[in-house]
């Protein structure tokens, strides 16, 4: 998907840990005078479809890699921290739906790539859907999963008791790589960020989309409306969408069911039938909620 640059040397490298949190490769480059972190697959084929993970709600890209590294040897995958989140510098402009789907598209050119698979979680979602509606040259397909935003997360007040019960259902890891990101990102960044976030359009851009989208909801996910109801308005318009549900997860399927949601990911890819690993656990399922009628039928 079109010529990639090498990653230039960066004098930000002196900040890199020790420990990588990653088997992916941990590099910096530098856009618009930003300083930018990322990860990106060390060992991909050269002709590798490209595939770029966009995190959520003031987190770095970390809590994705669980899912990233597991599609890492069949995609060229790259993890970046958006401008304003995670290890990457800030700039003021950073706290908008469309200034971070334009940083998203501005790292895709600073890595020369000229078209990609966009899969977000949560926030990462309307950023991706806002690529897509505004830059629709540059994404293949979109996966979106636990897309946040709208009139169910408001007010504040709403979201934050949205939150509270989710976090008792997420992996309890999942608070290490969590609160370190939120603490960083900050209050004044948090309220900036939540307005910006409800008040997107996202379910009329996702239903006007003309690309393959995959959309893979929790079943346990506090933040987002019973499927049923997901469906009932997907119904109502022929749309490119297809939505699984995963039954046992919450919200942040992308660390808490990694082999799941690499799993249908992959199906999505190839237009394959989703269907269930056997070797799951009896209390993990996938079910197709809705195919719209211009997404790609699956492949016998």
Same mark, same amino acid.
């Given at each position: 998907?079109?010529?990639?640059?090498?990653?230039?040397?960066?004098p930000?490298?002196?900040?890199?840990?020790?420990?990588?949190?990653?088997?992916?490769?941990?590099?910096?480059t530098?856009?618009?005078?930003?300083?930018?972190?990322?990860?990106?697959?060390? #060992? +991909?084929?050269?002709? +590798?479809?490209?595939?770029?993970?966009?995190?959520?709600?003031g987190?770095?890209?970390?809590?994705?890699?669980? =899912?990233?590294?597991?599609?890492?040897?069949?995609?060229h995958?790259y993890?970046?921290?958006?401008?304003?989140?995670?290890?990457?510098?800030?700039?003021r402009?950073?706290?908008?739906?469309?200034? &971070? +789907?334009?940083?998203?598209?501005?790292?895709?050119?600073?890595?020369?790539?000229?078209?990609?698979?966009?899969?977000?979680?949560?926030?990462?979602?309307?950023?991706?859907?806002?690529?897509?509606?505004?830059?629709?040259?540059?994404?293949?397909?979109?996966?979106?999963?636990?897309?946040?935003?709208?009139?169910?997360?408001?007010?504040?007040?709403?979201?934050?008791?949205?939150? %509270?019960?989710?976090?008792?259902?997420?992996?309890?890891?999942?608070?290490?790589?969590?609160?370190?990101?939120?603490?960083?990102?900050?209050?004044?960044?948090?309220?900036?960020?939540?307005r910006?976030? =409800?008040?997107?359009? %996202?379910?009329?851009?996702?239903?006007? &989309?003309?690309?393959?989208?995959?959309?893979?909801?929790?079943?346990?996910?506090?933040?987002?409306?019973h499927?049923?109801?997901?469906?009932?308005?997907? %119904?109502?318009?022929?749309?490119?969408?297809?939505?699984? &549900? &995963?039954?046992?997860?919450?919200?942040?399927?992308?660390?808490? #069911?990694?082999?799941?949601?690499? #799993?249908?990911?992959?199906?999505?890819?190839?237009?394959?039938?989703?269907?269930?690993?056997?070797?799951?656990?009896?209390?993990?399922?996938?079910?197709?909620?809705?195919?719209? =009628? #211009?997404?790609?039928?699956?492949? %016998?």
């Amino acid at each position: 998907m079109g010529n990639r640059r090498p990653t230039p040397q960066s004098p930000q490298a002196r900040k890199l840990p020790r420990r990588p949190a990653s088997t992916l490769a941990e590099r910096w480059t530098r856009i618009d005078d930003v300083d930018v972190f990322y990860r990106e697959s060390p #060992h +991909a084929p050269p002709d +590798a479809r490209v595939m770029a993970h966009i995190h959520g709600f003031g987190l770095s890209g970390r809590y994705l890699l669980p =899912t990233a590294e597991r599609l890492a040897d069949e995609f060229h995958t790259y993890v970046p921290d958006l401008p304003g989140f995670g290890r990457s510098g800030k700039r003021r402009d950073m706290l908008d739906i469309p200034d &971070l +789907a334009r940083a998203a598209v501005d790292f895709l050119d600073d890595r020369g790539v000229e078209k990609a698979t966009l899969v977000g979680n949560s926030m990462g979602c309307p950023v991706i859907i806002e690529c897509a509606h505004r830059y629709p040259e540059r994404v293949d397909r979109a996966v979106l999963v636990s897309p946040a935003g709208g009139l169910f997360n408001q007010p504040l007040r709403r979201a934050i008791r949205q939150l %509270s019960a989710d976090a008792p259902r997420e992996p309890t890891r999942m608070a290490r790589v969590a609160v370190p990101d939120y603490v960083r990102f900050g209050v004044p960044s948090t309220m900036r960020m939540f307005r910006a976030l =409800t008040q997107y359009p %996202s379910l009329e851009r996702l239903l006007e &989309l003309r690309i393959p989208t995959l959309v893979v909801l929790g079943q346990r996910d506090p933040l987002l409306p019973h499927a049923h109801r997901i469906d009932e308005i997907a %119904s109502q318009t022929d749309s490119h969408v297809l939505i699984v &549900l &995963l039954e046992g997860a919450a919200h942040a399927i992308n660390f808490s #069911h990694p082999g799941q949601l690499a #799993h249908v990911i992959r199906l999505f890819m190839d237009d394959l039938p989703i269907e269930n690993d056997p070797e799951w656990p009896g209390h993990v399922r996938l079910y197709e909620v809705h195919r719209g =009628t #211009h997404h790609p039928p699956a492949k %016998s």
